[in-house]
């Protein structure tokens, strides 16, 4: 929960009680070390861009944000990292910029596989699952993307587009979509010797925001639902600590945009060790989960 330093006190923000995350972004504050912008804004108007900070209450400010965009549509160009690590992850192409309309970034097709998507392309020692990991995300799909078993709506992925050292996504079917978690290296890396691939029988409902989470210790796997947990996989093959990590993306798969989210995102952070899900109560409390 959100919890104060004492009856009428300031806040503890996430990443205050839970410290050590190498990337963490988010639509509000997380970190009270953290005095930077949330996100980097382009106006379709203009093509100006502009910085969009916080509120003394922590929350995005939508004041300044509404002030600058107008009836304009606003583009994403940076969405900046509250850890301190400097992981920020940007699009500079325009026609693969999110939108963002001050509650939540959307991410979409723009049309045969080219999805937006947001890029770290120097995040190399920041996130190698040595030992374990974790990972948090609020996101939800589009409801006017609901059919086709081959799509895959990718809400994270880290690797060079052929190793991945982790490829959190779900497929989406006509009644509903699963959430799944990879860890691969080719062919020598599997979970459960499935492909690479697990599946979870937790399903997304289109348009209800939810925390997908997950985590990884050394040889296990497992995801979790809002806060609900599926029964641990076992990791064979190649460690993934000794794979290409040097590419970040989140809505897109490495930074080709072939595969991506058809959906919306408000949080993402990451943990290079496995803190056991330690975030759940207060991204559930928060965002009413």
């Given at each position: 929960?959100?919890?104060?330093?004492?009856?009428?006190?300031?806040?503890i923000l996430v990443l205050d009680e839970n410290p050590g995350a190498c990337a963490a972004y988010s639509l509000r504050r997380l970190s009270g070390l953290y005095n930077g912008p949330a996100i980097r804004v382009r106006r379709s108007s203009d093509n100006?861009?502009?910085?969009?900070?916080?509120?003394?209450?922590?929350?995005?400010?939508?004041?300044?944000?509404?002030?600058?965009?107008?009836?304009?549509?606003?583009?994403?160009?940076?969405?900046?990292?509250?850890?301190?690590?400097?992981?920020?992850?940007?699009?500079?192409?325009?026609?693969?910029?999110?939108?963002?309309?001050?509650?939540?970034?959307?991410?979409?097709?723009?049309?045969?596989?080219?999805?937006?998507?947001?890029?770290?392309?120097?995040?190399?020692?920041?996130?190698?699952?040595?030992?374990?990991?974790?990972?948090?995300?609020?996101?939800?799909?589009?409801?006017?993307?609901?059919?086709?078993?081959?799509?895959?709506?990718?809400?994270?992925?880290?690797?060079?587009?052929?190793?991945?050292?982790?490829?959190?996504?779900?497929?989406?079917?006509?009644?509903?979509?699963?959430?799944?978690?990879?860890?691969?290296?080719?062919?020598?890396?599997?979970?459960?010797?499935?492909?690479?691939?697990?599946?979870?029988?937790?399903?997304?409902?289109?348009?209800?925001?939810?925390?997908?989470?997950?985590?990884?210790?050394?040889?296990?796997?497992?995801?979790?639902?809002?806060?609900?947990?599926?029964?641990?996989?076992?990791?064979?093959?190649?460690?993934?600590?000794?794979?290409?990590?040097?590419?970040?993306?989140?809505?897109?798969?490495?930074?080709?945009?072939f595969y991506g989210l058809w959906g919306s995102m408000k949080e993402v952070i990451l943990y290079p060790t496995n803190n056991n899900n330690a975030l759940d109560s207060?991204?559930?409390?928060?965002?009413?989960?």
């Amino acid at each position: 929960m959100i919890t104060t330093f004492g009856w009428g006190g300031p806040p503890i923000l996430v990443l205050d009680e839970n410290p050590g995350a190498c990337a963490a972004y988010s639509l509000r504050r997380l970190s009270g070390l953290y005095n930077g912008p949330a996100i980097r804004v382009r106006r379709s108007s203009d093509n100006a861009e502009q910085d969009i900070y916080f509120t003394d209450t922590n929350n995005f400010d939508i004041t300044a944000f509404n002030a600058f965009v107008g009836v304009s549509t606003a583009y994403v160009r940076t969405w900046y990292d509250q850890s301190g690590n400097g992981k920020d992850v940007g699009q500079t192409t325009i026609a693969k910029q999110p939108i963002c309309d001050g509650m939540q970034l959307s991410f979409f097709d723009t049309g045969s596989h080219s999805y937006t998507g947001l890029v770290c392309n120097s995040f190399s020692n920041g996130f190698q699952y040595i030992g374990g990991g974790s990972i948090y995300v609020v996101a939800k799909a589009n409801d006017n993307n609901s059919g086709g078993n081959n799509i895959w709506d990718v809400l994270i992925s880290q690797g060079d587009g052929s190793n991945y050292m982790v490829n959190l996504s779900f497929t989406k079917t006509f009644i509903g979509s699963w959430l799944k978690g990879e860890f691969s290296a080719g062919s020598s890396r599997t979970i459960d010797g499935n492909s690479n691939k697990i599946t979870n029988t937790y399903y997304l409902i289109n348009t209800q925001w939810s925390n997908f989470s997950t985590i990884q210790t050394d040889g296990t796997f497992k995801l979790r639902f809002n806060s609900i947990e599926n029964s641990p996989y076992t990791i064979t093959g190649t460690n993934p600590s000794s794979l290409n990590s040097n590419i970040l993306s989140i809505g897109t798969t490495s930074n080709t945009g072939f595969y991506g989210l058809w959906g919306s995102m408000k949080e993402v952070i990451l943990y290079p060790t496995n803190n056991n899900n330690a975030l759940d109560s207060n991204i559930n409390h928060y965002y009413s989960i």
